[in-house]
């Protein structure tokens, strides 16, 4: 019997006949559609019975193909297995990409394991959550990305230590003649010694996929759960959001299909894979269709565009300050982009004029979408052949979407802001041992269960969504989400501090960028400056929830409660960047 938690997030919506977005509606296309009622791991299976031979990979001049994905999937299985992960265990996979993520991705949910992507940005202090949430035991990571996680394993208590750990080096992906950008040969030639983990085994990637053993019986089904992505919130530490199989499995469909997937799609896969979006929209929708994917582990323009070039790349999934970055290259004109066929991303709006000068030039039309952790990527995209700018576009396949009163959840007239909420087979079960968490981030309209997505937007009269603001409390840099309330908690271990509030300030690039405002302990004042504060931060967090500015001040605005009032000191900061004085 399967739990109705989970089998609940299978269910697709019962959509109404007829809404005014279906006027848009891709012709070719149904409303809705059935997934595969298998594990995401049958789709590698599939597709390497289907095309052994064919590249499924590329990272730099070397490829896989996806017999040589499917074999190396089912080796690092077997060693999982052979260290103990059984059926439900949950495994940290902590690397930028590369085609060792996408093998060890497969060969956890082939051990019939849960994926627990880790944002390899993350320090030492932020690690120590991701082995003790998920109670994971094994790991596999990324060989410079070693030292950080087993600094957090050995501040924490015995009992909650992992006891496996594989290592990888990127360059062990890649050939002799790869076009490394010079600033990241160092960083992906360099070969680190076989770290140390106390009370535990390591093993090297290569000694890894050389296990003899029989990989476990493979018993997963869409019910089961299949990821386990983090998320932050407006408090406390990030929660895992549940995906099932099925929850995955439709988006990664749905994602071909919207897109005209096929096997001989060639998709720039630069979105990293940790978030929901690379490993939904990118790497699992690729590996459902068979498509070849054109692997970077970070962006950089001009090998983007080298990239695009020389393997003839027809899908592109981004964020637009990519796209702007490329189009702003001083070899811009050296790139061969005729190859592109769908472009379209999400994360931040892409400004009208770089979009115009896509379609002028290339006959492109951006596509936007949105979507959240909690609904695996796209919950709305925008129909190919009809897309709005500075738009989120229209509910997904399968999926229904409403805005309402956030507090009387009645539905909002056209033109009118109201809470986005959603519902479809692609929402998640839950929050990972959050049981009150989950209770409120959903709803119930018209009878059915819907999540809340903490956004606020607005329905115009052909049924297009677009967003006005947030419910939540949340920076956008450059698509990157970050929460105040986490930054804020890391930045209350600094000695210095003795309040802090992260406010947004504007940034002509990212959007938005990170800025805290600051009350000092008596002692440190006079010793500590704002460049103190920033590069301490930037030691222990991720580079992207960094404060790229402090502001020291002697008390924090609060309420009759107590409460520090964010919410004044981030209209004060609006106002000084609409009148042009913020620094």
């Not at 690092?76 to 690397?95: C, P, T």
């Not at 999400?346 to 596509?367: C, D, H, I, T, W």
């Not at 406010?503 to 990170?514: L, Q």
Request: glycine fraction near 6%; charge should be negative; hydrophobic fraction near 40%.
């Amino acid at each position: 019997m399967t739990s109705p938690t989970l089998s609940g997030a299978m269910l697709a919506p019962a959509l109404e006949p007829e809404r005014p977005h279906h006027r848009f509606w891709p012709s070719r296309l149904p409303h809705r559609l059935t997934p595969p009622a298998t594990s995401l791991w049958f789709n590698l299976l599939v597709s390497a019975q289907r095309y052994p031979d064919k590249v499924a990979l590329v990272f730099f001049d070397q490829v896989l193909t996806y017999r040589e994905l499917f074999e190396q999937a089912e080796r690092m299985a077997a060693h999982l297995h052979a260290q103990g992960v059984r059926s439900g265990d949950r495994v940290i996979l902590l690397m930028q990409n590369c085609p060792q993520w996408v093998v060890a991705h497969f060969a956890i949910l082939r051990a019939n394991a849960v994926v627990v992507p880790v944002n390899p940005m993350n320090r030492a202090e932020e690690l120590k959550h991701y082995i003790t949430d998920p109670d994971a035991r094994v790991a596999v990571a990324a060989a410079d990305l070693a030292p950080d996680l087993l600094q957090a394993n050995a501040e924490l208590p015995e009992n909650q230590r992992l006891r496996h750990l594989v290592v990888a080096h990127y360059h062990d992906a890649m050939g002799p003649e790869a076009d490394v950008p010079p600033a990241w040969t160092s960083w992906l030639q360099q070969r680190h010694a076989t770290p140390a983990l106390p009370d535990g085994t390591v093993a090297d990637w290569a000694n890894a996929l050389a296990c003899s053993d029989p990989p476990p019986a493979h018993d997963r089904t869409p019910e089961h759960l299949s990821v386990l992505p983090y998320t932050s919130g407006t408090t406390g530490l990030p929660k895992g959001c549940m995906h099932t199989h099925a929850s995955v499995m439709h988006n990664a469909v749905a994602g071909s299909v919207w897109s005209n997937g096929t096997a001989e799609n060639i998709g720039l896969l630069v979105v990293p894979m940790f978030h929901i979006t690379g490993m939904v929209a990118g790497m699992h929708s690729g590996v459902y269709a068979g498509a070849t994917l054109v692997i970077m582990p970070r962006w950089d323009r001009e090998l983007a565009g080298r990239l695009i070039s020389r393997w003839r790349v027809t899908h592109w999934a981004n964020i637009p300050t990519m796209v702007i970055d490329l189009l702003a290259s001083p070899n811009f004109a050296q790139f061969d982009l005729s190859s592109l066929k769908v472009i379209g991303g999400g994360g931040a709006a892409m400004p009208q004029a770089v979009a115009q000068r896509l379609f002028e030039q290339y006959g492109l039309r951006y596509s936007e979408g949105y979507g959240l952790t909690e609904t695996a990527a796209p919950s709305h995209n925008n129909p190919p052949d009809a897309p709005k700018q500075q738009c989120l576009g229209i509910p997904f396949m399968s999926a229904d979407a409403r805005v309402v009163d956030p507090d009387t959840l009645k539905e909002m007239p056209v033109g009118e802001t109201g809470e986005i909420i959603i519902r479809g087979p692609m929402v998640f079960a839950g929050y990972w041992k959050r049981p009150e968490a989950t209770e409120a981030a959903f709803v119930t309209f018209e009878g059915e269960r819907y999540f809340r997505s903490g956004d606020l937007g607005r329905v115009d009269e052909d049924g297009y969504f677009f967003i006005t603001d947030r419910l939540k409390r949340m920076i956008n840099a450059s698509g990157f989400k970050v929460w105040p309330a986490e930054v804020e908690t890391l930045m209350f271990r600094h000695p210095a501090i003795a309040e802090a509030c992260v406010i947004a300030t504007h940034d002509d690039y990212r959007g938005e960028s990170v800025k805290a405002v600051v009350v000092l302990r008596d002692a440190a004042r006079g010793h500590t400056t704002e460049q103190d504060i920033v590069d301490w931060c930037r030691e222990h967090m991720a580079v992207y929830k960094c404060p790229r500015t402090v502001s020291f001040v002697d008390a924090l605005p609060k309420s009759g409660s107590g409460k520090v009032m964010w919410r004044l000191l981030q209209e004060q900061e609006s106002a000084k960047a609409a009148s042009g004085t913020a620094q």
